[in-house]
């Protein structure tokens, strides 16, 4: 009685030692990866991939060292294992998926093609990933939603990183000017409103700056059927500041456009009406 006692003890104290000790990693991870977000230099990819990877591990050696403590559950154990060859291989065809989803989360965390805070489009989906899971990737959209997308098929798909290898990122500021505007004056006025905007940054490397090369491009990229189409490039420091420097860069540019007579065109229509010929059109 007094044995039985203490293995059902040592059995629970040691799932309650389990369950603390994987707390304690994970407020560890927890710190190191607050800390790396916060310095903006570190990535906390490979922290919040090895966090999960730790806990799992602390949970299955917790749980097997548990059973294993204890005699009865030992033995029972061992005999489910000895026939449990059947049941083995189906396991092991049912989780080749889980398998795929976690290699593809190793190979995400060795080659790196994104990481945690990095701004993603596959498809149709946008936002920011999240956490790397050792099963799935997880990515919040510009609405505040989770995506929730299993690492083998992420691995497979082609991404569209918005910061991967450097931030700063460029955005096309296209305007349709009519036929009768000035065109010279339009270029002028883009000119004027990307470069006095607080978020442009210069993109022009040294050897740029010393040949003279322009600080914004403004081009006439076609010739529409109703507008003679103008294009920008302005550049910011990262995605979200680029996104806020087009939304202000349309809205200052049309203030412009009206203030200073630059005609931005609009759709006309032609309507014929035929003659009426015994009551019928």
Known sequence: M?????????????????????????????????????????DPTTYQFLRHVVSAMIYIIGFGVAIYSVPSLRTLASTLLAGASIIAMAVAFASQQALSNVVGGVFIIIFKPFRINDRLKIRELQGIVEDITLRHTVIRDF???????????????????????????CKFIDVGISYDSDIDKAKTIIYDEVMKHPLYVDPRKPEQVESGVP??????IMLGESSVNLRAWAWAKNSPDSFILMCDLYENIKKRFDAEGVEIPFPHRTLVYKEQRNGLV
């Open 143 to 169: 609405e505040n939603k989770r995506i929730v997308i299993p690492n083998s098929v992420i691995s497979n798909e082609v991404i569209v990183n918005s910061d991967f290898v450097e931030d700063k990122i």
């Open 215 to 220: 600080e914004v491009i403004v081009r006439v």
């Open 2 to 42: 007094k044995e039985n006692l203490f293995n059902i003890s040592l059995f629970f104290g040691i799932i309650v030692v389990t369950f603390f000790v994987a707390f304690l990693v994970n407020r560890f991870f927890s710190r190191l990866i607050r800390r790396s977000t916060e310095d903006m230099k570190n």
